[in-house]
């Protein structure tokens, strides 16, 4: 699953959502990661997915 099929999954980006990059939270046995990844990137089951907003 990428990134943009869990964000149509989740019900689309809003009109005001940053659709160039998103935050991406993984944790694992050696602990929890955070990274900034395009909306076609891969993720795993159990990763969080952070749409922030833009300003304009």
Same mark, same amino acid.
Request: charged share 20%; glycine share 8%; proline share 9%.
């Given at each position: 699953?990428?990134?943009?099929s869990?964000?149509?999954i989740?019900?689309?980006? @809003?009109?005001? $959502?940053?659709?160039?990059?998103?935050?991406? +939270?993984h944790?694992? $046995?050696s602990? +929890? @990661?955070?990274?900034?990844?395009?909306?076609?990137?891969?993720?795993?089951?159990g990763?969080?997915?952070?749409?922030?907003?833009?300003?304009?």
């Amino acid at each position: 699953m990428t990134v943009e099929s869990a964000v149509a999954i989740a019900g689309g980006f @809003s009109p005001r $959502a940053r659709r160039d990059s998103v935050t991406v +939270t993984h944790t694992d $046995a050696s602990g +929890t @990661s955070r990274f900034v990844v395009p909306p076609g990137s891969p993720i795993s089951p159990g990763d969080t997915v952070l749409v922030s907003e833009r300003w304009f």
